[in-house]
């Protein structure tokens, strides 16, 4: 019998454990094989959902590269037509490719080494144990840089792909990617670790936390307002394009001598025989840097891991209560019936204390803003049959647009709100409380702002696209009910696919129930949207050609409408009797 | 005040609870106790409405919990296993929100959380998020949110797992209170001393059947064992080869 072992006189002390264990912890990759083994079990040890997912997944990927190599491949091949500029938009392209990369890296390391250096779950394990410092920074280093770098990875394949197709780069360039991608990776990771132990050693881990996920937020929305203002649809106008290119030359950032983004461009650029410079001299500035950063940042995790660790346990602070903001806070709770204000309340409060929930409206704000500037760019009007033709085409368009950035948001703020009540669902199930209740809560909660968001949108939008009354008034009608529908939806799926153990939003809105309910919502917005185009495009030709609309026609509007109408009601009726129904029977296990 | 009536639950083909019968009458403190995985916390969590009984039915006061949910819930208080609570919330907002989740009128509520969080020492700590509680402090705000509402029946899940022993004294001294005030109390434990310091009865659950149930003396002769709950409890539960092991060790 094994308990044998333990209670025999002449057995070991400890028998399972190995006189010498330090050659085992001696690999820094006994730490991580936790992380291996999980993700192993993960694909192995699956349900039939998981399996789905398995198939979904890498299926969405290759979609994905498929989508984005066409369209760098078009991009570039469209350079390469153009004499004398062409070389330099492209050189341009990738300085600023590996410069947006360094960036997201960068401000990607440092929000994963905050988690893996000093919040994550198994430092309780590991640091009480025989591990060597220098172990375990190699350990958590890899796995920031891993968990950081991975995804950079996957959206960078395809640019790079397209490149050597275009300017036939050859086996030297691929082996060139790789081998300039190992130095360009670990350089922002290095330096991302360096500034989260400076950090954390300075405040204490959470505090630090919300600052730096409010910070690269704002950053990411900063630079996605940037993108679009380099107004990059002026490259299929001759005439604006020398401006254009003063532009983007203008700009020296993304060609600095001092960043890591040149150098790695540098040594890809003169293989696809776009500039004649050196390659070696550029990858070995990149190699040294990072080989130098990586020595200083374990050489600084000596120092500064001990105090910023020691930091991260007293997150012990007070916090006075707002008055103004509680009164607020009840304010906006008369808005809805009274069982219902306790729930309310208790979301808001939740909502804004998180910080990776509610930066991500200001996300949303540059998004709104980029919108709206998209439709008052856009060369429409005039009063010809064509220009009609693409005021309806466009209409139409951003109504399915609209419809579309609702549901995007709906799947972040929506969709996980059952999710989001986590480990605490007990506390609602136990209670005397119907979860009907609850599920309108939440609707209500959701509903209200994305509607005013939705007809926002796509009320200034059509004011800038000249459209008529009919088309404005079709528009926020239609939206209007589109949002009930998707915001109901977005519960049902929610409810189909809880994840009790997510820590954030983010997580559950990337899961397989985020990407189904995506998927939901494009095709019903779609359905709903080509139901209604047609015979209103038919009806507003009519009108403009100043011809009665036949009987047919009126018929054939009518019909549509009724089904787009019904479709969504059914959408809705059946979301909402599903979920509850589901909600109610849910059980916690 | 609660009765299981033949009370089953199965996940797939595991029979987790089987056909389990009780009545803990009012003002009786009841232990249910068991080695892990005996069933405890599913026939808790059938108790609090958490799960669905396969078949059989469970009656809260006089209330069957499957036709009439909410009236049944409302007579009780659920302290559980694991003090999962808004992180984001204050201690004073959290038991605010569970006040009106029993819609208590807000007068009232807001004297009970202030006389809770002063009875149970949260008071400096009102006004911070429970984030930055200790796992202590989490389980006194999850008992303190648990009586808010004043319940006739209290349902605990291993109460006492965190607690500080100032804590845990205080916790066995405003059970026996409860007790004096008629209130019930079903309560799952691995303490076998809290078992025999605070429980009128005490139930035994191995493999999701009731092997044993009644007062100490009772399960004295049920067992015919006449030495403490502990020996009581390994004589009926622990396998013969953990017996030997038990043994040796004691050696």
Request: charge should be positive; charged fraction near 15%; hydrophobic fraction near 55%.
């Amino acid at each position: 019998m094994r308990t044998r072992l333990y209670l025999h006189p002449s057995a070991p002390h400890h028998p399972i454990i190995p006189k010498d264990w330090s050659w085992v912890i001696g690999y820094g990759g006994l730490l991580l094989l936790p992380r291996f083994l999980a993700l192993r079990n993960g694909l192995y040890r699956t349900g039939p959902s998981s399996r789905l997912r398995a198939l979904v997944l890498p299926l969405l990927i290759v979609l994905f590269w498929c989508g984005a190599f066409w369209f760098f491949h078009r991009v570039l091949q469209y350079f390469s037509t153009i004499p004398d500029l062409g070389p330099v938009l492209s050189q341009k392209l990738l300085h600023f490719v590996f410069l947006a990369f360094f960036a997201i890296l960068l401000f990607s390391n440092v929000i994963t080494s905050l988690s893996t250096f000093f919040l994550s779950r198994d430092l309780l394990l590991l640091l009480p144990a025989p591990v060597p410092p220098r172990r375990l920074f190699a350990a958590k280093f890899t796995e920031t840089l891993v968990d950081s770098s991975w995804m950079v990875l996957l959206f960078s394949a395809p640019a790079f792909a397209a490149y050597g197709v275009v300017h036939g780069g050859g086996p030297l360039y691929y082996l060139l990617v790789l081998l300039t991608l190992v130095p360009f990776l670990l350089i922002p990771a290095a330096l991302g670790v360096m500034l989260t132990l400076l950090l954390a050693a300075a405040l204490p881990a959470q505090r630090g936390k919300d600052m730096l996920i409010v910070f690269s937020t704002l950053s990411l929305s900063l630079l996605y307002l940037l993108l679009r203002l380099l107004q990059p649809e002026k490259l299929v106008n001759p005439a604006a394009f020398a401006d254009f290119l003063a532009f983007l030359s203008a700009m020296q950032a993304p060609s600095s001598p001092f960043l890591p983004s040149t150098w790695a461009a540098e040594v890809l650029l003169p293989v696809l025989g776009l500039t004649h410079g050196e390659v070696l001299f550029p990858y070995l500035l990149l190699l040294s840097t990072a080989l130098f950063l990586l020595v200083s940042a374990s050489s600084a995790s000596t120092i500064l891991y001990p105090i910023g660790w020691s930091k991260a346990q007293e997150g012990h602070r007070r916090r006075g209560l707002r008055h103004w903001w509680e009164a607020t806070v009840q304010g906006i709770t008369l808005l809805f019936p009274s069982h219902l204000r306790v729930i309310v309340a208790k979301d808001i409060k939740t909502f804004f204390r998180d910080a990776g929930q509610w930066s991500q409206l200001l996300m949303l704000l540059a998004l709104v803003v980029v919108y709206v500037y998209n439709f008052s760019v856009l060369p429409v009007g005039g009063g010809t049959v064509g220009s009609f033709y693409l005021q309806t085409v466009v209409a139409f368009f951003n109504l399915a647009l609209a419809a579309f950035v609702i549901a995007a948001i709906a799947v972040r703020f929506i969709f996980p709100a059952l999710s989001l009540e986590g480990k605490t669902f007990w506390l609602l199930k136990s209670a005397p409380l119907p979860l009907r209740r609850w599920w309108w809560s939440k609707f209500w909660v959701g509903l209200v702002p994305l509607l005013f968001l939705g007809e926002l949108l796509v009320c200034v939008t059509n004011y800038f696209l000249h459209v008529s009354a009919f088309m404005m008034v079709l528009s926020a009608v239609t939206l209007c009910v589109l949002t009930c529908s998707i915001v109901a939806l977005g519960m049902a799926v929610g409810v189909a696919y809880p994840n009790f153990t997510a820590e954030h939003s983010a997580k559950v809105a990337a899961s397989f129930g985020g990407v189904l309910y995506m998927v939901l919502c494009i095709s019903f917005i779609g359905a709903v949207v080509v139901l209604e185009a047609w015979p209103v495009y038919m009806f507003l030709l009519s009108q403009l050609k100043q011809v009665p609309p036949s009987p047919a026609l009126w018929g054939g509007m009518f019909a549509s409408f009724a089904l787009a109408c019904a479709l969504a009601i059914g959408v809705f009726w059946v979301s909402v009797r599903w979920s509850i129904d589901r909600l109610e029977r849910m059980e916690i296990a | 005040m609660i009765t299981l009536d033949h009370v089953t639950k199965r996940f797939g083909t595991f029979t987790a609870v089987d056909d389990l019968c009780l009545h803990v009458g009012a003002g009786e403190i009841f232990g249910f106790l068991g080695p892990n995985g005996a069933g405890k916390t599913t026939t808790i969590r059938m108790m609090m409405g958490l799960l669905t009984p396969t078949s059989g039915r469970v009656v809260l006061g006089h209330h069957d919990l499957c036709s009439e949910p909410l009236a049944a819930k409302a007579l009780c208080g659920f302290v559980p296993d694991r003090p999962f609570v808004y992180e984001k919330l204050t201690g004073r907002e959290f038991l605010h929100f569970v006040g009106g989740l029993y819609r208590l009128p807000q007068a009232l509520c807001r004297a009970r959380t202030e006389e809770s969080l002063e009875l149970f020492h949260l008071s400096p700590w009102g006004d911070e998020l429970v984030e930055h509680y200790s796992h202590g402090m989490k389980q006194r705000l999850v008992v303190a949110a648990a009586l808010l509402h004043d319940p006739q029946i209290l349902v605990v899940d291993e109460p006492m797992v965190g607690m500080d022993p100032i804590g845990a004294r205080m916790f066995k001294a405003l059970l026996r209170s409860l007790t004096l005030r008629g209130k019930t109390i079903f309560m799952s434990t691995h303490s076998l001393e809290v078992a025999e310091e605070l429980c009128d009865r005490i139930g035994i659950i191995l493999g999701g059947k009731l092997i044993a149930s009644g007062t100490l003396d009772q399960l004295q002769r049920q067992s015919g064992e006449e030495g403490r709950l502990e020996d009581i409890f390994l004589k009926l539960t622990a396998a013969p080869d953990m017996l030997e092991v038990i043994a040796a060790l004691r050696a």
